[in-house]
């Protein structure tokens, strides 16, 4: 081996097993990464989505008690 010749190891993805690029910084291949990215962003908006609902029937359940109670 010559002065300038680097050993060069070759990574894997962590998930699906394909080769990547020597320079890459993550565990991770793009197509991983962005399945990653899209799972998440799913959970976030499923959680909204779920905590919208929620408030929306306490403020009904709660305005009609208080309706209730007033005698309105």
Do not use: H, P
Request: glycine share 12%; proline share 0%; net charge positive.
């Amino acid at each position: 081996m010559k002065n300038n010749e680097k050993e060069v190891d070759i990574k894997k993805c962590k998930k699906c097993g394909c080769e990547l690029a020597s320079d890459t910084r993550g565990n991770l291949c793009l197509n991983c990464k962005k399945k990653r990215v899209n799972f998440w962003g799913l959970v976030g908006k499923g959680t909204l989505a779920v905590a919208s609902v929620v408030l929306f029937l306490g403020r009904v359940v709660l305005f009609v008690v208080t309706r209730g109670k007033k005698g309105l």
